[in-house]
């Protein structure tokens, strides 16, 4: 049994190493863990491309993904830096985070950028825990006392 739970949404995590290396990556292992701080967790394998950016930078971006962005994160999860360009490759549009100093996907509808606070080993995957330090969130999804009505996104 390699998972009784399916977590949702999946996600794609921005991040950037030290020396301004970009690099996204497609995480199914995310989810809140504290509301006050407001605060999320992704998982990530150690072995993934990703991981020394994160551990390094200690920040990362959750860039949520509705279904218009399927095959960017098809590709994005299916190919490794390791390899090749796959950002260029993929044609991502990427901005720089507001707090923290990793990219956002500005072609999602909400990036939540995060620094992470502290970590657990938890057997395959590191959890990264992230204080949430800025929400970017499409205009269309935000109400009058800026709430982000969820329901608005068709998530993969």
Same mark, same amino acid.
């Given at each position: 049994?390699? %998972? ?6 999946? $996600? ?32 990530? $394998?150690?072995?993934?491309? %990703? ?5 390094? @930078? ?9 279904? %218009? ?8 999860? @299916? ?39 502290? %970590? #657990? ?6 959890? =990264? ?18 709430? #982000?009505? =969820?329901?608005? #996104?068709?998530?993969?």
């Amino acid at each position: 049994m390699k %998972s009784c739970l399916q977590p949702l949404p999946k $996600v794609l995590v921005s991040c950037r190493g030290l020396n301004g290396e970009n690099n996204v990556l497609a995480v199914a292992y995310c989810g809140n863990c504290s509301y006050n701080p407001p605060m999320v967790m992704v998982g990530i $394998v150690p072995t993934r491309y %990703s991981y020394q950016l994160i551990k390094e @930078s200690c920040c990362f971006v959750v860039n949520l993904v509705d279904k %218009s962005y399927q095959e960017t994160f098809a590709y994005l999860g @299916s190919h490794s830096k390791r390899d090749d360009d796959k950002l260029a490759a993929a044609k991502v549009r990427l901005a720089d985070g507001k707090k923290v100093n990793a990219p956002i996907l500005p072609d999602c509808p909400v990036n939540i950028e995060c620094t992470i606070v502290d %970590s #657990i080993m938890t057997g395959s995957h590191e959890m =990264f825990i992230g204080k949430i330090e800025y929400v970017h969130a499409d205009a269309k999804l935000v109400d009058a006392e800026g709430n #982000i009505d =969820f329901s608005k #996104i068709n998530f993969l």
